[in-house]
């Protein structure tokens, strides 16, 4: 069994910046594309940013400019730098991840996401 653990997240006033961090546990082989989410209240939940295992990396259009996705392979962490924060990125922030892993001397896979961290930007 594996699972992703997202830290990081806080309160911080407009303008200020946070980083988060996810890190993957368990029985896992290696890790592939890497994601942040988020979701606001009453909205649906919107991919913020991904990364590839090779770095390759995509961005929401609200956030270019000001958010950098990153990750470690060998820690299989996935790390969101998020700077010049709005009150509009006001949100539970959640870790997406395609991981490999060993389930009883089998290979599986899984599309696993973590249990969400919550970001709030006052204004």
């Known amino acids: 069994q594996v699972q992703l653990v997202e830290s990081g997240g806080g309160l911080v006033q407009a303008g200020g910046s946070l980083r988060l961090s996810c890190a993957g546990s368990g029985s896992i082989l290696s890790i592939n594309a890497m994601a942040w989410y988020r979701q606001a209240p009453g909205k649906q939940r919107e991919l913020v940013a991904q990364i590839t295992r090779g770095g390759a990396t995509n961005y929401a259009d609200s956030v270019k400019g000001r958010f950098t996705i990153s990750r470690d392979n060998p820690k299989n962490t996935v790390y969101l730098q998020m700077n010049s924060l709005k009150p509009e990125d006001t949100a539970v922030y959640y870790c997406?991840?395609?991981?490999?892993?060993?389930?009883?001397?089998?290979?599986?896979?899984?599309?696993?996401w973590g249990q969400g961290t919550q970001v709030t930007v006052s204004s």
């Open positions: 997406n991840a395609d991981i490999s892993y060993r389930n009883s001397g089998r290979y599986a896979t899984a599309n696993t």
